[in-house]
T-cell receptor, first 113, second 111 residues
Framework: DAGITQSPRYKITETGRQVTLMCHQT?????MFWYRQDLGHGLRLIYY???????DKGEVPDGYVVSRSKTENFPLTLESATRSQTSVYFC????????????FGPGTRLLVL | KQEVTQIPAALSVPEGENLVLNCSFTDSAIYNLQWFRQDPGKGLTSLLL?????REQTSGRLNASLDKSSGRSTLYIAASQPGDSATYLCAVSPGNTPLVFGKGTRLSVIA
């Protein structure tokens, strides 16, 4: 399928477990982003990547790890999940051209018990 | 630090009304401004992108304006329909750095 996909779409886990959220885009976009969306906080940037093997912290990176070995994939790992990481996670991508918009995936709903 | 504010946080209007959503930003040094739509349980979809050199963009019943000097943008929706019900988010691009988002305006159009 063309576009940007996220898996799983829904995940329930327990405190302390490691969880990896997957993001895949088919456009070969240079930039990829991970956001979390919570009531009252809006969208907050966790990490982003300008190209393969280049990643940068966003506004709320603590407790998260990312990697980007291939242009099309940008997994987000919660090393030891906490209840405060219960959220909806969105992946996004865009080209290197500043005049282009950003495309979002459908989101992953994560519940940490 | 760039901050984006959207007012009101929620808005309810009867079908057929024309309406305006507001977005303000604190730093006028932006590359572009974008409006997104988010339906419940879905990701964001881009509606309009206005370059910093432009004053407005139009797409169907939607018109977005940009006044960089005053740090304001408006999204005008003409002849609103129940299908327009969604959350509308404004975001600014500082250039070579990630978008900065507002918290959105939740719009309900009542039939």
């Amino acid at each position: 399928d063309a576009g940007i996909t996220q898996s799983p779409r829904y995940k329930i886990t327990e405190t302390g477990r490691q969880v990896t959220l997957m993001c895949h885009q088919t456009w070969s976009h240079s930039y990829m982003f991970w956001y979390r969306q919570d009531l009252g906080h809006g969208l907050r940037l966790i990490y982003y990547s300008a190209a393969a093997d280049i990643t940068d912290k966003g506004e709320v990176p603590d407790g998260y790890v990312v990697s980007r070995s291939k242009t099309e994939n940008f997994p987000l790992t919660l090393e030891s999940a906490t209840r405060s990481q219960t959220s909806v996670y969105f992946c996004a991508s865009r080209t290197i051209a500043e005049q282009e918009t950003q495309y979002f995936g459908p989101g992953t709903r994560l519940l940490v018990l | 630090k760039q901050e984006v504010t959207q007012i009101p946080a929620a808005l309810s209007v009867p079908e057929g009304e024309n309406l305006v959503l507001n977005c303000s930003f604190t730093d006028s040094a932006i590359y572009n401004l974008q409006w997104f739509r988010q339906d419940p349980g879905k990701g964001l979809t881009s509606l309009l992108l206005i370059q910093s050199s432009q004053r407005e963009q139009t797409s169907g019943r939607l018109n977005a304006s940009l006044d960089k000097s005053s740090g304001r943008s408006t999204l005008y929706i003409a002849a609103s329909q129940p299908g327009d019900s969604a959350t509308y988010l404004c975001a600014v691009s500082p250039g070579n750095t990630p978008l900065v988002f507002g918290k959105g305006t939740r719009l309900s159009v009542i039939a």
